[in-house]
DNA sequence: AAACGGGTTAACGGCCGGTTAACGCTGGCG
DNA sequence: CGCCAGCGTTAACCGGCCGTTAACCCGTTT
C-alpha cells in the first residue's frame, strides 16, 4: 500500500546516497538525487515529490537555507532532515527552518523507510473511516453512506471520492486526481471530467446540497457548501 | 506564534507528566491528561485535538493499540509516541500503528516542543494561511477572504496575489511578475497591465483602503498604506 | 509637444468545465 | 457458447468564463 512514493534526495556524500537510492528501490519508491544545494533546490521548486531528504552539510547551499527558501517560496512538502549533527540546537534549528522530522547518521534504513512513509501519509491521512460532513466512507468494509443511504460507486469513483475526503476541505488539483488514475500518462481525452461527472451522479444528484464542487483553475473540492463569511465589520 | 496548541497527554507516569504539563504550559499549550489508554481513547474521541502525545506502556490498554483504534475511528490526529523502547522494531512497530512521530525517553523538552509544533503544523484539516492586514489567503481550501468576505480571483490574480503576499511587505519586480505569468516569453501586449488592474477591482474595489500599490519604476507591493516618511534619500 | 509609464474600458475568441450518448471490453451467468 | 450488465473510454456539443488585445485616458517627464 505504500504506493510509489516520489522522493527527492539531497546529498553530496556519492556513496550514502547511492546506497539509500538503493533501499528506496527496494520499497517501490522512486527516487532523484542531487549532490549539492542549488541543484536540490531547483529539483524542489521544478517537481512534485512527495517527500524531501535533506542533507545539513552540502556545497553551494546548505540544507537549512534550502529548505528555508523552499519555505518561503510556497513549498510545503515535508523534509526529513538527514544528518550527523545531533546536539539539541542543531536540531531546533532545523525544525526552525521548516523541517518535518529530523534523522541523526548514522541512521537504520528502516527507519529512514518508515519515518518516510509518515512523512508521506501524514497529508493523505491513516484512518480506516473517512467522514466529511453527511458522507461516510468505510475503507474497511468497502462502503460509503450519506446521511445513512448507501452509495454505490465505480471502482475510480471510489479512488477519486477517497482522495477527495482524505484532503477535504482542501482542494485537489486536477493534475494530482489524473495522477492517482492514470500514474504513467494521463488519456488526451476528457475521460476525468467524464470520471468526476459520474461521481457527482452518484454523490450529489440524489441529494439536496452538492458536496463535490470544483474550484475554476485550481481543481476539487469535497465538502460543505461554501458559505460566504458575511460578518459585520 | 504557536498559536494556542490543544493536546493531549497520556501518561501514566505521574511525574513526567506533571513535568510535561508544565512545559507546554510555558509555551501557552492547553493539555488534557489521562492517565491510561482508556481514559485517553475516550477523551481522544470526544474532543479535537491538535497533536496527541502517547506512551506505549500504560495500564488498560497500551498506546500503540490506542493509536491503532482511534485510526480504525477515522480520527486522524496527528500523534507523537513517548516511550523508552528504542529498538528499532519497537520503533517500526509504532509507526506501523498510524504513529506520525517517535521520541525515545528520556528527551530534551525543547525537542518534544519543536517536533510538536512540526506535526501541528502538518495538522490535517489545519488551514495554511497567508495574512497581509486584513487579507486573508487559505492556501488548501483557494479562497481568498478580506475582512471575512470571500473574495472570487481569476486563476492568474491567484497567482500574482499569492507571490504579492508571499513578499509582503516587499516590493515584488514587474519582470518577476511577468515571468510568473509567462516563464518563457512575456506578451507584447499590456496583457499584465490588464490582469493587475483586474486583480485590484477584486481585492480593493469592494472596501475603503487600497492594498495592492504600484512603486513606480519598482514594482508591485501588497500590504497596508504606506506612512509619509519613506523617501530613501 | 511628444514620449512615456501607468490606469481603465470594451470586445473578441479560445479554452475550460459540464453534459450526453455511444462504443467496447471484460467477467459472470444461463 | 452466447448474452448481458457494468465500467472505462471516447467524441461531440454547449455555455460561460477568462486571457488577450487594442484602444483611449491621464499625469509627468524630456
Same mark, same amino acid.
Given at each position: 500500500?505504500?504506493?510509489?512514493?516520489?522522493?527527492?534526495?539531497?546529498?553530496?556524500?556519492?556513496?550514502?546516497?547511492t546506497?539509500?537510492?538503493?533501499?528506496l528501490?527496494?520499497?517501490? %519508491?522512486?527516487?532523484?538525487?542531487?549532490?549539492n544545494?542549488?541543484?536540490?533546490? /531547483?529539483?524542489?521548486?521544478? /517537481?512534485?515529490?512527495?517527500?524531501?531528504? !535533506?542533507?545539513?552539510? %552540502?556545497?553551494?547551499?546548505?540544507? !537549512?537555507?534550502?529548505?528555508?527558501? !523552499?519555505?518561503?517560496?510556497? *513549498?510545503? &512538502?515535508? *523534509?526529513l %532532515?538527514?544528518t550527523?549533527?545531533?546536539?539539541?540546537?542543531?536540531?531546533?534549528?532545523?525544525?526552525?527552518a521548516?523541517?518535518?522530522d529530523?534523522?541523526?547518521?548514522?541512521?537504520?534504513f528502516?527507519?529512514?523507510?518508515?519515518?518516510?512513509?509518515?512523512?508521506?501519509?501524514?497529508?493523505?491521512?491513516?484512518a480506516?473511516?473517512?467522514?466529511?460532513?453527511?458522507?461516510?466512507?468505510?475503507?474497511?468494509?468497502?462502503? *460509503?453512506?450519506?446521511?445513512?443511504?448507501?452509495? &454505490?460507486?465505480?471502482? &475510480?469513483g471510489?479512488?477519486?471520492?477517497?482522495?477527495?475526503?482524505?484532503?477535504?476541505?482542501?482542494?485537489?488539483?486536477?493534475?494530482?486526481?489524473?495522477?492517482?488514475?492514470?500514474p504513467?500518462?494521463?488519456?488526451?481525452?476528457?475521460?476525468?471530467?467524464?470520471?468526476?461527472?459520474?461521481?457527482? %451522479?452518484?454523490?450529489d444528484?440524489?441529494?439536496?446540497?452538492?458536496?463535490?464542487?470544483?474550484?475554476?483553475g485550481?481543481?476539487?473540492?469535497?465538502?460543505?457548501?461554501?458559505?460566504?463569511?458575511?460578518?459585520?465589520?
Amino acid at each position: 500500500m505504500s504506493g510509489h512514493l516520489r522522493v527527492l534526495l539531497v546529498e553530496d556524500d556519492i556513496d550514502l546516497a547511492t546506497t539509500v537510492l538503493d533501499y528506496l528501490a527496494l520499497e517501490n %519508491m522512486s527516487c532523484d538525487h542531487a549532490a549539492n544545494g542549488v541543484a536540490g533546490f /531547483n529539483l524542489a521548486r521544478a /517537481n512534485a515529490y512527495d517527500v524531501m531528504l !535533506l542533507d545539513i552539510n %552540502m556545497p553551494r547551499m546548505n540544507g !537549512l537555507a534550502m529548505c528555508r527558501k !523552499l519555505r518561503e517560496e510556497g *513549498v510545503d &512538502t515535508p *523534509v526529513l %532532515m538527514l544528518t550527523a549533527r545531533d546536539t539539541l540546537d542543531d536540531k531546533v534549528e532545523g525544525f526552525r527552518a521548516g523541517t518535518d522530522d529530523y534523522l541523526v547518521k548514522p541512521f537504520a534504513f528502516a527507519e529512514l523507510i518508515v519515518r518516510l512513509q509518515a512523512l508521506s501519509r501524514r497529508r493523505s491521512g491513516q484512518a480506516r473511516l473517512l467522514t466529511v460532513g453527511p458522507l461516510q466512507m468505510d475503507l474497511d468494509q468497502r462502503q *460509503v453512506r450519506r446521511e445513512g443511504k448507501a452509495l &454505490t460507486l465505480t471502482p &475510480t469513483g471510489w479512488q477519486l471520492l477517497e482522495k477527495l475526503m482524505r484532503h477535504s476541505p482542501g482542494v485537489v488539483s486536477k493534475s494530482d486526481l489524473e495522477q492517482l488514475l492514470w500514474p504513467d500518462s494521463p488519456p488526451d481525452s476528457n475521460a476525468f471530467k467524464v470520471h468526476l461527472y459520474k461521481l457527482r %451522479m452518484a454523490v450529489d444528484k440524489p441529494f439536496a446540497s452538492a458536496l463535490i464542487h470544483t474550484v475554476p483553475g485550481q481543481g476539487v473540492r469535497c465538502g460543505e457548501a461554501e458559505r460566504d463569511g458575511e460578518e459585520a465589520v
